[in-house]
C-alpha cells in the first residue's frame, strides 16, 4: 500500500472547482531563465537539440484536452532522454558538432520544454496544479526515471547508476556533469565482467533541494529495490566530487548544509523524509555504503586514483560544536558532513542507502564521487572561454570509463543470487 502511493504520479484533473479557470501560464524558473544565455543557445545548436523545445511547444499546441497534454508530455519527454542516450552512445547522426559524449544538450534542451510547457496557453480549462504534474511527467521521462527496464533471469546482473545535472552554473554556464555524461553512456548497455554479464540502467537527477525532499528519488529508485525477478544486484549513485580522484564514500549523514541549488534557494536542517515514504524509524544520523569499497579501490583502474574516504564532520554526543572525523562518526553523534560532504550528492547517498535499509535490500550499494571536470588551462575564463575544448573532452571520457572499471569490478565482488 506505502509503495503504491508513492509510485501513483501526480493527480491530473479535469473540470471541478480547481478547474474553473485557464491559467495564462507561469513565468520560468531560475533555471529556464539561464537559457537566453549565450552558452546553453550555443550548445543547442552545436548539438542540433535547439530543435526539441519547438516541435514540443508545436505539439503541445495541438493538444485539446488534458489527457492528450499529459501524452504529448510524456513522448517528448521519453523521447529527449532516448535521444539523448543515443548520441551519446554513439547512434544516429551527431547533429552537430559538440561531441557526442557530451550531457549538457539534454539539460538545456530539458529546459527549453519546461519552459515552453510554464507559457503553453491552451485552448481548454487548465489548472495550475495540472500545469506542474504535466511539467513532472516531462522531468521524469526526460531523465529516463520512468523507463528504467532491468531483465529477469539468474544469468545476468542488474545494475543501477544514477547521474546529476549540471550545477554552479551562474559562475560558469558552460559547466558539464561528469556522472550525468556517465549515466548517458551507461543506460541499457552491457558490462562484460569476470562472473558474468551486467545489465546497466541510468537515471539521472536535479540539482534541486525541493525535488529531494519530495520524493523524487525514493520514487525513482523503490520500484527496483523491492523483492521480484527484476530486483537491482547492486546500485551507486554518481556525482562530481574533488579534483583529480574518485571517493567511494563510506558513510552517508542526515544534515543539509545550505548550499544554493540550480534554483537559486538553499536548505539547512535534518534531512527531509517524506511520510509516505518506507523508512527507518528513528531517522538514523547515517548511514554506510554496502559497496565492496576495499575491492573497487584496490583494482579499478584508470588515470584517476580511486579513494575509500572515510571522513565526516559530526557533533559528537554531548557536544555543541562541528568536528571533522577522519575514520568515521563516533557512537551517538550528529552529522553535519558525509563523507561526501552535506550536499545532494550526500543526500542522494543518504536517501539511496536509507531506502536499502528500510525494505531490507542486502546488495551492494553507495556513492561514488567522479573528479571534477576541467577545462583546458587555455580556456578557464567563463566569460570569454570556447564551450568545449580537447582536453575537456578527453578528460569526460576518461572519467565515463573509470566509472566503467568500477563498476566491473564491483559486480564482479556481487554475490550471484
Given at each position: 500500500?506505502?509503495?503504491?502511493?508513492?509510485?501513483?504520479?501526480?493527480?491530473?484533473?479535469?473540470?471541478?472547482?480547481?478547474?474553473?479557470?485557464?491559467?495564462?501560464?507561469?513565468?520560468?524558473?531560475?533555471?529556464?531563465?539561464?537559457?537566453?544565455?549565450?552558452?546553453?543557445?550555443?550548445?543547442?545548436?552545436?548539438?542540433?537539440?535547439?530543435?526539441?523545445?519547438?516541435?514540443?511547444?508545436?505539439?503541445?499546441?495541438?493538444?485539446?484536452?488534458?489527457?492528450?497534454?499529459?501524452?504529448?508530455?510524456?513522448?517528448?519527454?521519453?523521447?529527449?532522454?532516448?535521444?539523448?542516450?543515443?548520441?551519446?552512445?554513439?547512434?544516429?547522426?551527431?547533429?552537430?558538432?559538440?561531441?557526442?559524449?557530451?550531457?549538457?544538450?539534454?539539460?538545456?534542451?530539458?529546459?527549453?520544454?519546461?519552459?515552453?510547457?510554464?507559457?503553453?496557453?491552451?485552448?481548454?480549462?487548465?489548472?495550475?496544479?495540472?500545469?506542474?504534474?504535466?511539467?513532472?511527467?516531462?522531468?521524469?521521462?526526460?531523465?529516463?526515471?520512468?523507463?528504467?527496464?532491468?531483465?529477469?533471469?539468474?544469468?545476468?546482473?542488474?545494475?543501477?547508476?544514477?547521474?546529476?545535472?549540471?550545477?554552479?552554473?551562474?559562475?560558469?554556464?558552460?559547466?558539464s556533469n561528469p556522472s550525468g555524461?556517465?549515466?548517458?553512456?551507461?543506460?541499457?548497455?552491457?558490462?562484460?565482467?569476470?562472473?558474468?554479464?551486467?545489465?546497466?540502467?541510468?537515471?539521472?537527477?536535479?540539482?534541486?533541494?525541493?525535488?529531494?525532499?519530495?520524493?523524487?528519488?525514493?520514487?525513482?529508485?523503490?520500484?527496483?529495490?523491492?523483492?521480484?525477478?527484476?530486483?537491482?544486484?547492486?546500485?551507486?549513485?554518481?556525482?562530481?566530487?574533488?579534483?583529480?580522484?574518485?571517493?567511494?564514500?563510506?558513510?552517508?549523514?542526515?544534515?543539509?548544509?545550505?548550499?544554493?541549488?540550480?534554483?537559486?534557494?538553499?536548505?539547512?536542517?535534518?534531512?527531509?523524509?517524506?511520510?509516505?515514504?518506507?523508512?527507518?524509524?528513528?531517522?538514523?544520523?547515517?548511514?554506510?555504503?554496502?559497496?565492496?569499497?576495499?575491492?573497487?579501490?584496490?583494482?579499478?583502474?584508470?588515470?584517476?586514483?580511486?579513494?575509500?574516504?572515510?571522513?565526516?564532520?559530526?557533533?559528537?554526543?554531548?557536544?555543541?560544536?562541528?568536528?571533522?572525523?577522519?575514520?568515521?562518526?563516533?557512537?551517538?553523534?550528529?552529522?553535519?558532513?558525509?563523507?561526501?560532504?552535506?550536499?545532494?550528492?550526500?543526500?542522494?547517498?543518504?536517501?539511496?542507502?536509507?531506502?536499502?535499509?528500510?525494505?531490507?535490500?542486502?546488495?551492494?550499494?553507495g556513492h561514488l564521487h567522479t573528479?571534477?571536470?576541467?577545462?583546458?588551462?587555455?580556456?578557464?575564463?567563463?566569460?570569454?572561454?570556447?564551450?568545449?575544448?580537447?582536453?575537456?573532452?578527453?578528460?569526460?571520457?576518461a572519467i565515463t570509463a573509470q566509472?566503467?572499471?568500477?563498476?566491473?569490478?564491483?559486480?564482479?565482488?556481487?554475490?550471484?543470487?
Amino acid at each position: 500500500m506505502l509503495a503504491a502511493a508513492l509510485l501513483a504520479s501526480a493527480p491530473l484533473t479535469v473540470g471541478g472547482p480547481a478547474s474553473a479557470a485557464a491559467a495564462p501560464g507561469a513565468a520560468p524558473t531560475v533555471e529556464e531563465e539561464r537559457l537566453t544565455g549565450p552558452v546553453p543557445q550555443e550548445i543547442l545548436r552545436r548539438s542540433g537539440f535547439d530543435e526539441v523545445a519547438p516541435a514540443f511547444a508545436r505539439a503541445l499546441a495541438g493538444a485539446r484536452s488534458l489527457p492528450e497534454a499529459r501524452q504529448v508530455a510524456t513522448d517528448h519527454g521519453r523521447r529527449l532522454w532516448r535521444r539523448a542516450v543515443d548520441r551519446v552512445q554513439g547512434r544516429g547522426p551527431a547533429g552537430g558538432d559538440l561531441s557526442r559524449d557530451d550531457d549538457r544538450p539534454l539539460y538545456w534542451a530539458r529546459l527549453g520544454m519546461t519552459r515552453a510547457l510554464r507559457a503553453w496557453q491552451p485552448s481548454f480549462r487548465l489548472a495550475e496544479r495540472d500545469r506542474a504534474a504535466l511539467v513532472a511527467v516531462v522531468e521524469r521521462g526526460s531523465r529516463g526515471q520512468d523507463s528504467v527496464e532491468l531483465p529477469e533471469g539468474r544469468g545476468v546482473r542488474r545494475v543501477l547508476v544514477t547521474g546529476f545535472d549540471p550545477f554552479q552554473l551562474d559562475s560558469d554556464a558552460r559547466r558539464s556533469n561528469p556522472s550525468g555524461a556517465a549515466a548517458l553512456a551507461l543506460d541499457g548497455t552491457t558490462i562484460t565482467t569476470a562472473s558474468g554479464p551486467a545489465r546497466v540502467e541510468a537515471v539521472v537527477f536535479p540539482v534541486r533541494w525541493t525535488d529531494f525532499a519530495e520524493g523524487t528519488v525514493e520514487r525513482t529508485l523503490l520500484p527496483h529495490f523491492l523483492p521480484g525477478p527484476r530486483r537491482v544486484d547492486l546500485f551507486t549513485t554518481i556525482s562530481q566530487g574533488r579534483p583529480g580522484r574518485f571517493d567511494v564514500e563510506r558513510t552517508n549523514g542526515a544534515w543539509r548544509g545550505g548550499s544554493p541549488d540550480n534554483a537559486g534557494l538553499s536548505r539547512t536542517g535534518t534531512v527531509p523524509v517524506p511520510r509516505d515514504v518506507p523508512t527507518v524509524h528513528p531517522q538514523p544520523q547515517w548511514t554506510t555504503t554496502s559497496l565492496p569499497y576495499a575491492a573497487i579501490t584496490a583494482a579499478a583502474t584508470g588515470p584517476f586514483p580511486v579513494h575509500d574516504n572515510t571522513a565526516v564532520t559530526e557533533i559528537p554526543a554531548g557536544g555543541t560544536d562541528p568536528v571533522d572525523r577522519e575514520d568515521g562518526p563516533t557512537p551517538g553523534s550528529t552529522a553535519r558532513a558525509g563523507g561526501g560532504g552535506d550536499y545532494l550528492s550526500n543526500e542522494i547517498a543518504y536517501r539511496a542507502t536509507l531506502l536499502r535499509d528500510a525494505v531490507g535490500l542486502h546488495v551492494p550499494g553507495g556513492h561514488l564521487h567522479t573528479p571534477v571536470l576541467r577545462f583546458a588551462g587555455d580556456n578557464t575564463d567563463p566569460a570569454t572561454g570556447r564551450v568545449t575544448d580537447p582536453e575537456f573532452v578527453r578528460n569526460r571520457e576518461a572519467i565515463t570509463a573509470q566509472i566503467r572499471s568500477v563498476l566491473t569490478v564491483a559486480v564482479e565482488n556481487t554475490p550471484q543470487r
